[in-house]
T-cell receptor, first 114, second 112 residues
Framework: KAGVTQTPRYLIKTRGQQVTLSCSPISGHRSVSWYQQTPGQGLQFLFEYFSETQRNKGNFPGRFSGRQFSNSRSEMNVSTLELGDSALYLC?????????????FGSGTRLTVV | GENVEQHPSTLSVQEGDSAVIKCTYSDSASNYFPWYKQELGKGPQLIIDIRSNVGEKKDQRIAVTLNKTAKHFSLHITETQPEDSAVYFCAAPTGTASKLTFGTGTRLQVTL
């Protein structure tokens, strides 16, 4: 079966711009979570969506937002980009929640802010 | 919230030797403990997991042990091979919430 698909793979943006990242989960998976991965902070939880509703949220500023569509595909948006937003953004899908089934991760979107 | 500590941060072993990575967690309500392997340029991949009703689980050369009383769990890799070289992450759920808190990762290098 197809895995988790994230697009684009790479992005270069300028400070102050906004960016939208896309994630298509495994077919049948209703939970989609987003993580930010940096060398200094490791894997940091951004938010989780389940059946089009945000179910959990991490400790990130309001510039980071997301949504989930009826087909479970998800997007995350970062507005007013800062240099510190440069990171690998990972999408993870799960059948119904990571606390019972774990995640299947995509390959990530590498965002560079210049 | 959950706090997961992972040690060591780097581990170098010779091919054929065993490797052990240890994690501790803080939330006693956690009941599911996965391990992920991340290779360069890829997302983390689930390699093994354990639930709180068992103390050990094995899958070929990989095993995980869990001590709920002490709140720690460990990943054991036997007969290591060069393709085992990667970064390994442990994780634990934040209580009953459907999200995982990850350890800081262990970079495993298997040398010939």
């Amino acid at each position: 079966k197809a895995g988790v698909t994230q697009t684009p793979r790479y992005l270069i943006k300028t400070r102050g711009q906004q960016v939208t990242l896309s994630c298509s989960p495994i077919s049948g998976h209703r939970s989609v979570s987003w993580y930010q991965q940096t060398p200094g902070q490791g894997l940091q939880f951004l938010f989780e969506y389940f059946s089009e509703t945000q179910r959990n949220k991490g400790n990130f500023p309001g510039r980071f937002s997301g949504r989930q569509f009826s087909n479970s595909r998800s997007e995350m948006n970062v507005s007013t980009l800062e240099l510190g937003d440069s990171a690998l953004y990972l999408c993870a899908s799960s059948l119904s929640g990571a606390n019972n089934y774990g995640y299947t991760f995509g390959s990530g979107t590498r965002l560079t802010v210049v | 919230g959950e706090n997961v500590e992972q040690h060591p941060s780097t581990l170098s072993v010779q091919e054929g030797d065993s490797a052990v990575i240890k994690c501790t967690y803080s939330d006693s309500a956690s009941n599911y403990f996965p391990w992920y392997k991340q290779e360069l340029g890829k997302g983390p991949q689930l390699i093994i997991d354990i639930r709180s009703n068992v103390g050990e689980k094995k899958d070929q050369r990989i095993a995980v042990t869990l001590n709920k009383t002490a709140k720690h769990f460990s990943l054991h890799i036997t007969e290591t091979q060069p393709e085992d070289s990667a970064v390994y992450f442990c994780a634990a759920p934040t209580g009953t919430a459907s999200k995982l808190t990850f350890g800081t990762g262990t970079r495993l290098q298997v040398t010939l």
